[in-house]
């Protein structure tokens, strides 16, 4: 049967290594449980996000009904993340993979549910500098649904395994609706808070166990309420509470672009889309009539925004009063008569942004100037094109060639930065129409985003588009 959605895959892993002027291309299947199966039986026979398996001959009804209550699909194919001086590969399901830097070779399987007690994990943890690790994840208690943060402390020796067995919730709040939590694909955090942004795109608990028995995609899980608020709970990082709660208009997001205090206030950037339609989009049938469906391209259709949440707010103010305390912004903030603070984002550029990168080592939770995404805009001239972004100015540079399709945009730092964007940017290339057994790394100076060099590989067969990487650097 055929993949009905894009983001179902059997993920594959790029290598490109850099030395002495040289650059090496590799790939190899991450050898997940999932990927195993599909290869004994020479079809998809696991539900992944958009595909509907095909029967496996060996599964009567009776063992389908007992693999409701079995481990989800362990197929790592969004993400890579150091854990101590080890690398794994990350799905939504709590079920990583230790890769090898140098061969990517599958070493080892780690169940994180095994550790802590979480059913689902976002697959954008964040690593601080001093190698401590943070995730967003989804627990099941006996009085419900909570989103929990997992913490994983590095350890001296560097291993990986010590982070698990060590790793604790340090900091939960119960699920908005109960049945039907928020899907969040990622979360925000600075030197004070977590930022969870409880988007209106919910995971509807009946639908997946409705789906285990017909065999649906996780994609048919999803429920959209519409007519419901955006919910942001900002969580104090010292008391693991709630320290307060803002609204906004209904959005749907896939990533945080970055987050911030400052002067009192929390400055939080996402991508941001009117609705989920885009994830329609991914289907493969939907991808053989867009060019003739003149709605494709509105579905795709988002903009970074930026909101700012006043930290110390009186509800005494006047309701018609902007709470916004600080210059160069036109977000707003108000207080609703039920005494909720509604927020409205500014937009920071009028270009559709995906995949977010930042300074991330040096600029995650502070304030920053630059990010740099891939265009979501499929109907632009050039819809490969790479973006830089000055959240200050609001000002753009571009970067595209016809037919190339860049992966997410990772900002390597010079050794000793004299600025923000003083490095470069890196993407991994592929090419559309007949040239798909193509594959390059491009470098961008991070500064004027000019091209100073590439690589080029004709592969035996066509290479997957990436959709997230991490820089390593060389240990020699």
């Known amino acids: 049967m055929r993949r009905r959605n894009y983001k179902t895959n059997n993920r594959k892993r790029y290598r490109f290594g850099i030395k002495y002027g040289k650059v090496e291309y590799s790939c190899r299947f991450v050898q997940s449980e999932v990927f195993k199966q599909n290869w004994a039986a020479n079809r998809i026979v696991k539900c992944e996000f958009g595909t509907k398996i095909v029967e496996d001959p060996c599964h009567s009804i ?25 690398l794994y590969a990350f799905g939504e399901t709590p079920q990583i993979h230790k890769i090898n830097p140098d061969t990517l070779e599958t070493e080892d399987k780690v169940a994180v549910n095994d550790y802590v007690s979480i059913v689902h994990h976002t697959s954008h943890p964040h690593v601080l500098n ?14 419900g649904l909570y989103h929990s943060i997992v913490e994983f402390q590095k350890n001296e020796n560097g291993s990986g395994k010590q982070m698990f067995e060590e790793a604790q919730i340090v900091a939960s709040i119960s699920a908005r609706w109960q049945l039907n939590p928020s899907y969040m694909h990622t979360f925000g955090i600075t030197e004070n808070y977590y930022i969870l942004v409880e988007q209106p795109l919910s995971i509807s608990v009946p639908r997946i166990f409705l789906s285990k028995f017909n065999n649906g995609p996780l994609a048919d899980c999803f429920r959209w309420y519409h007519d419901e608020y955006t919910r942001i709970s900002v969580i104090s990082r010292s008391t693991n509470k709630i320290f307060k709660t803002y609204l906004a208009e209904a959005f749907f997001y896939l990533h945080i672009i970055n987050q911030y205090e400052f002067e009192n206030h929390l400055v939080l950037d996402i991508c941001m889309y009117n609705d989920p339609a885009m994830l329609d989009c991914m289907y493969v049938e939907a991808m053989k009539t867009m060019q003739t469906n003149p709605d494709y391209a509105k579905m795709f259709r988002g903009r970074p925004g930026r909101f700012v949440l006043p930290l110390n707010s009186n509800s005494n103010t006047d309701k018609t009063k902007n709470l916004v305390g600080i210059k160069n912004t036109r977000a707003k903030a108000y207080y609703m008569s039920d005494g909720n603070i509604f927020v409205k984002p500014e937009k920071l550029c009028d270009l559709g942004c995906e995949t977010p990168r930042i300074h991330y080592e040096k600029y995650l939770g502070k304030p920053y100037k630059y990010f740099y995404a891939i265009s979501s ?7 490969g094109t790479l973006i830089k972004v000055d959240v200050e100015s609001k000002t753009t540079k571009t970067w595209g060639e016809p037919n190339c399709y860049p992966s997410e945009p990772i900002f390597v730092p010079n050794p000793e930065p004299k600025s923000e964007d003083d490095g470069v940017v890196i993407s991994a290339m592929v090419w559309g129409e007949e040239d798909t057994n193509h594959v390059g ?18 592969t035996p067969s066509p290479a997957p588009k990436c959709l997230h990487g991490w820089f390593l650097p060389s240990k020699e």
């Open 62 to 86: 009776f063992k389908r009904i007992a693999a409701v209550f079995q481990d989800s699909s362990d197929n790592s194919m969004i993400s890579v993340y150091p854990f101590g001086d080890e």
């Open 130 to 143: 001093d190698g401590t690790i943070y995730n967003l994840g989804l627990s099941v208690r006996p009085t």
């Open 377 to 383: 805009d499929v109907d632009s001239e050039i819809p």
């Open 441 to 458: 790394l491009l470098v961008l100076d991070g500064e004027s985003f000019i091209e100073l060099g590439r690589a080029e590989f004709h």
